[in-house]
């Protein structure tokens, strides 16, 4: 069955850099986009990136351009999510999540929460 | 960049029906895809392409799009339909290719 198990929760001091993982099985990997999604405390569904597995290339949505940077190892089946510059506002649920093309987002994974704070 | 709107929140009895509507400028020429949210959960895909029920969905939930509002219908509301809905749509040709409505609680009596 399709699973996409992440990295465990993560506390970091402003300033710092996090680094989660998403690892996918279950389906062929270079077939579908791997996307993430943040949601703060209390608030909704922020996209924030995806990559081509297949190609590596990615796109970040604006707002976290230079700060985000999303890379894939095929061997180990594996997207990684790269924030840097944290700030208390970053504190979320980071989110990875599949879709095939420009289609929707069928399989989730469980979140991996990292908090900001000095 | 395109904007989605959803209502904050809405509260039913059981038993009745839900119509959770998300807004945008003529985004019945958009694909809408549905995703539901319960307390301390992941999303899960509900509804994908205006209408369609993956596997696993029941076929209380439906989907419809036209003009500039889509709606996710739940019909026969029960309580473990309380949850967060958010409506998602793309935006070809640019660099936030992905767009989330706000979210609509729902909440069941």
């Known amino acids: 069955q399709v699973q996409l198990v992440q990295s465990g929760a993560e506390m970091k001091k402003p300033g710092a850099s996090v680094k989660v993982s998403c690892q996918a099985s279950?389906?062929?990997?270079?077939?579908?986009?791997i996307h993430w999604v943040r949601q703060a405390p209390g608030q909704g569904l922020e996209w924030m990136g995806r990559?081509?597995?297949?190609?590596?290339?990615?796109n970040y949505a604006q707002k976290f351009q230079g700060r985000i940077t999303v890379t894939r190892d095929t061997s180990i089946r594996t997207v990684y999510m790269d924030l840097s510059s944290l700030r208390p506002d970053d504190t979320a649920i980071y989110y990875c999540?599949?879709?095939?093309?420009?289609?929707?987002?069928?399989?989730w994974g469980r979140g991996t929460l990292v908090t900001v704070s000095s | 960049s395109y904007v989605v709107t959803q209502s904050p929140s809405m509260s039913l009895a059981p038993g009745q029906t839900a119509k959770i509507s998300c807004g945008g400028n003529?985004?019945?020429?958009?694909?809408v895809n549905w995703y539901q949210q319960r307390p301390g959960q992941a999303p899960v895909l509900v509804v994908y392409?205006?209408?369609d029920r993956p596997s696993g969905i029941p076929d209380r939930f439906s989907g419809s799009n036209s003009g500039n509002t889509a709606t996710l219908t739940i019909g026969r509301v029960e309580a473990g339909d309380e949850a967060d809905y958010y409506c998602?749509?793309?935006?070809?040709?640019?660099?936030?290719?992905?767009?989330f409505g706000g979210g609509t609680k729902l909440t069941v009596l």
């Open positions: 998602q749509v793309w935006e070809s040709g640019r660099d936030h290719p992905v767009i």
């Open positions: 003529n985004i019945g020429s958009k694909t």
């Open positions: 392409d205006d209408a």
């Open positions: 279950g389906y062929t990997f270079n077939g579908y986009y």
């Open positions: 990559i081509n597995p297949n190609s590596g290339g990615a």
């Open positions: 999540a599949r879709v095939e093309a420009v289609g929707s987002f069928d399989f």
